[in-house]
C-alpha cells in the first residue's frame, strides 16, 4: 500500500482542500470532514496510508 502526504490549505463547510507535498504537484484535493481527523486546522499536515488519515508532526 502506498502512503502519501498532504496538507490542508484550506477549510470549506463540511470539506477540506488537500494538496500532496510528497510530489511536486498543484492539484488540489478536496475531502469530506468526516474521512479526516476532527482535529485539523489550515496547515496541518496528513499522513494517508491504507485508506485513513492521520495527523503528523
Known amino acids: 500500500m ?3 502526504y498532504y496538507e490542508v490549505v484550506g477549510i470549506e463547510g463540511d470539506y477540506a482542500n488537500l494538496k500532496r507535498t510528497d510530489i511536486a504537484s498543484e492539484d488540489i484535493k478536496l475531502v469530506a470532514r468526516a474521512l479526516l481527523p476532527p482535529e485539523i486546522t489550515e496547515k496541518s499536515r ?8 492521520e495527523i503528523i508532526e
Open 46 to 53: 496528513l499522513k494517508y496510508e491504507w485508506m485513513q488519515y
Open 2 to 4: 502506498e502512503t502519501w
